[in-house]
């Protein structure tokens, strides 16, 4: 998932060194990227890195991120969010998509419930007590404090 924050002057969903330099090409990663929900309009509106939205998204789309998250719905890229073939080259909502769709088709969403794993969770299961004891264990444990002695300010 890439945020509302800028590395080196480049907000974080369209920073090629984030996406493409590291993510893909140093680490290999080769799932999809979501945008944290409304940082790609925060790459024109907040960051003033683009002109409007389709150059926000247009931007963001050629840096990597394959998925735009706006304020709880994940969409993948569309024509008319890219702005016009000068802005946006069309092959990079496809290959955003088909990202997406091989870790659902990974993932068994597409195959009948009972023949994968998770598909056969009740939603009983979410939120029961013993989950919740055990991610409030999980936080408790897993907690680090930090004394602040000239390393967070100085």
Same mark, same amino acid.
């Given at each position: 998932?890439?945020?509302?924050?800028?590395?080196?002057?480049? $907000? &974080?969903?369209?920073?090629?060194?984030?996406? %493409?330099?590291? =993510? @893909?090409?140093?680490?290999?990663?080769?799932?999809?990227?979501?945008?944290?929900?409304?940082?790609?309009?925060?790459?024109?509106?907040?960051h003033h890195y683009a002109a409007d939205m389709p150059h926000?998204?247009a931007v963001s789309l050629k840096a990597g991120t394959d998925?735009?998250?706006?304020?709880?719905?994940?969409?993948p890229f569309t024509a008319w969010r890219c702005g016009t $073939? &000068?802005?946006?080259?069309?092959?990079?909502? %496809?290959?955003? =998509? @088909?990202?997406?769709?091989?870790?659902?088709?990974?993932?068994?969403?597409?195959?009948?419930?009972?023949?994968?794993?998770?598909?056969?969770?009740?939603?009983?299961?979410?939120?029961?007590?013993?989950?919740?004891?055990?991610?409030?264990?999980?936080?408790?444990?897993?907690?680090?404090?930090?004394?602040?002695?000239?390393?967070?300010?100085?």
């Amino acid at each position: 998932m890439c945020a509302y924050n800028a590395i080196d002057g480049a $907000p &974080a969903c369209a920073n090629t060194m984030l996406l %493409r330099d590291h =993510l @893909r090409e140093a680490w290999h990663f080769d799932g999809y990227v979501v945008s944290d929900c409304g940082a790609v309009a925060d790459v024109g509106m907040g960051h003033h890195y683009a002109a409007d939205m389709p150059h926000a998204a247009a931007v963001s789309l050629k840096a990597g991120t394959d998925i735009e998250c706006v304020y709880g719905a994940g969409r993948p890229f569309t024509a008319w969010r890219c702005g016009t $073939p &000068a802005t946006c080259d069309r092959s990079r909502p %496809r290959q955003g =998509l @088909r990202r997406l769709f091989r870790a659902r088709f990974d993932l068994g969403m597409f195959d009948p419930p009972e023949s994968y794993a998770y598909g056969r969770i009740p939603l009983t299961e979410n939120n029961s007590p013993e989950h919740r004891t055990l991610a409030l264990q999980a936080a408790r444990e897993s907690m680090v404090l930090l004394k602040n002695k000239d390393v967070l300010y100085r």
